[in-house]
């Protein structure tokens, strides 16, 4: 059963994952991009949030154009920093260019697939011959020992695909599949937008899903409260389906999954996502709670990350529960959750505003005690790490 992982440190002094974008994509950055000496002090920082450090993912368009990304990497791997690769852009990838930033010390690729098959991946990505791409590059990079994860942005374009998804991830040994859920600024206005209650059927079937593949979402914070339920539920013996409400989407993608034959593998979420152990840092140096959040922290050429972090007031009003207003701020679950504040944000103009895409009704879930049990367990202050621990962390953390 997929459940919940409790963290080894207080994510609010230390993040998990550090994302740095390398370039704005098709409009041109009105400041500079970090140069080769920046981009390794912006490392140097990551490093000094202590051990173990964050998570720092490379990404934008095609970070392979910097002519100082090996060294950049190698430079992250001498003091103790662990480096993956995300080519949002789907450049296409040759074994020379993953071998050189492997060799580097890079742990793992991220990888952006959107359909099980060409025509629907390639029509969302509108790029001809992506997903070919995308899955030489899987193959490639799982070649040379390399970890791969996997990126599906969820519409209603490729709602019925995912389970296909699933079984191609478990086939091709992603060590993560990553359910995301985009931001629009407008959601109910998106032409392949979810209803709150289809986005509730389908964070259940990726509940589901880890039975096969290790699994997490993206821009669905409300996935650890499904997690936290479902465990309970699973303890007590009762009917997910009927104590949710779950609709006949969940039931059309979890029987999809049977007939597919999925495994029997398990790996549960950890507790990151925007403000809550994560950190987006633009080209040009400004630090961001997530990249789908266009609040600034502060910038990384006059201040330095860890203060950034630890004690500006975006981040630490974030992650403080009593912030959030609406049903998020009344919800028993808004310790482990909390909601999308990018959604929040993009919707109301409000990055404290109830989540958007949330159909749960505080206090509606029946077993009150077993949850304050467990809530209790979540947050009992960390123990120290034994040092066994510390050797597993380093494969732990390419999960997120």
Known sequence: MSGERRVAHDPAERPFVVVWETDGGEAKPPERELDA????????????????????????????????????????????????????????LGGEQLRAVRDAGAVGLVLGLDGATAEPHDTVRGLPGAHRRTLDAWDTARALGMKVRIDTAVSRRNLRELPDLVRLADRHGATLWSACFPVPAEPERAPCALTAREVEDVLNFVHDAGLAVPVKTTGAHHFR??????????????????????????????????????????????????????????????????????????????????????????????????????????????????????????????????????????????????????????????RPAKPPFAARRAEEEWSL
């Open 37 to 92: 000496a920046e981009a390794r002090e912006l490392v140097r920082q990551v490093a000094a949030f202590g051990r173990p450090t964050p998570l720092f993912v490379v990404s934008g368009a095609d970070p392979f154009r910097r002519d100082d990304l090996p060294g950049l990497i190698a430079y992250g791997t001498g003091l103790g920093v662990r480096t993956a690769l995300d080519p949002t852009g789907a450049p296409e």
């Open 225 to 382: 409260r499904v997690a936290l339920q479902r465990r309970i539920l699973a303890d007590r013996g009762d009917d997910h389906v009927a104590v949710l409400g779950l609709g006949p989407l969940y039931r059309e993608l979890h029987d999809r999954a049977l007939t597919l034959g999925l495994g029997t593998r398990t790996r549960p979420p950890l507790d990151a996502d925007a403000d809550r152990g994560y950190v987006h840092v633009s080209p040009t140096g400004t630090v961001h709670p997530s990249g789908c959040l266009p609040l600034s922290a502060g910038n990384v050429r006059r201040s330095t990350l860890t203060s950034l972090y630890r004690t500006s007031p975006l981040f630490t009003g974030l992650r403080a529960p009593g912030m959030l207003g609406g049903r998020c701020g009344a919800c028993e679950f808004r310790r482990v959750c909390g909601g999308s504040r990018s959604r929040a944000y993009g919707v109301t103009g409000d990055p404290y505003a109830e989540e958007p895409w949330c159909a749960y009704q505080p206090g509606s879930f029946p077993h009150r005690r077993e949850l304050a049990k467990a809530l209790a367990a979540r947050y009992a202050r960390p």
